[in-house]
């Protein structure tokens, strides 16, 4: 499957200030991508997708941001909880992945109260 | 959306023995894959179970240690066959739902531990 992120970072940040998640892909054929967060002991959740054809998409204090020239994602959350603390992970797919996704290694973000 | 169920969601297993887990989903899907998760690191795809076919596998993935079921377009298995340490994970069964808002879901996972 594609390489997608292959580190796992962990991001610290004070409750109230804005984080931003990064990852990259590597499947320049891929068209659909997924944000999610995973919590300890569950199924990762579906945060906020974006396709191929936009490169920026804003949810409830969730934005993703899509940079295809460089392969290259990120999760921008605004106003950090400490309920936003979890592994974050990217994934890419879509219809030219038979709608198959593969993730990044992920990002544990840590929200300091 | 869907909503996704997996049994068991956890066991012990000695090495050599085989589990099978089972993904009930609350209504038809055209798509549903596995997933494996090992301690601490991210979902790698094991394969996609296609209804009325052979699942089709990734790379590094094959049908003799992975056995997969889809009978149905609500249900599917995956077996862990002859299990040693190394196949001590968290196993995701997901669906992906195309209609207003395509997305793709999890179940809880099936955390496996062989001892």
């Known amino acids: 499957g594609e390489s997608v992120g292959l580190h796992l970072p962990t991001l610290s940040v004070q409750e109230g200030d804005n984080s931003i998640i990064n990852c990259a892909y590597s499947?320049?054929?891929?068209?659909?991508f997924i944000w999610y967060k995973q919590e300890s002991g569950k199924g990762p959740q579906f945060i906020i997708d974006?396709?191929?054809?936009?490169d920026k998409r804003q949810g409830q204090r969730v934005t993703v941001l899509l940079n295809k020239t460089v392969k290259h994602l990120s999760l921008q959350i605004a106003a950090t909880q400490p309920g936003d603390s979890a592994v974050y992970f990217c994934?890419?797919?879509?219809?030219?992945?038979?709608?198959?996704?593969?993730f990044g290694s992920g990002t544990k973000l840590n929200v300091k109260p | 959306s869907a909503v996704i169920s997996q049994k068991p969601s956890r066991d012990i297993c000695q090495r050599g023995t085989s589990l099978t887990i089972q993904c009930q989903v609350d209504?038809?899907?055209?798509?549903m894959f596995w997933y494996r998760q090992q301690p601490g690191q991210s979902l790698t795809l094991i394969a996609t179970?296609?209804?009325?076919?052979?699942?089709?596998?990734e790379s590094g993935f094959v049908i003799d240690k992975f056995p997969i079921s889809r009978p149905n377009l609500t249900f599917s298995t995956l077996t862990v066959s002859n299990m040693s340490p190394e196949d001590s994970s968290i196993y995701l069964c997901?669906?992906?739902?195309?209609?207003?808002?395509?997305?793709?879901?999890f179940g809880p996972g099936t955390r496996l531990t062989v001892l």
């Open positions: 997901s669906v992906y739902a195309s209609g207003g808002e395509d997305e793709q879901f």
């Open positions: 499947n320049s054929a891929s068209d659909y």
């Open positions: 974006i396709r191929s054809n936009m």
């Open positions: 994934a890419e797919g879509g219809v030219r992945n038979f709608n198959k996704f593969y």
């Open positions: 209504s038809q899907v055209t798509m």
């Open positions: 179970a296609n209804q009325g076919s052979e699942a089709t596998y």
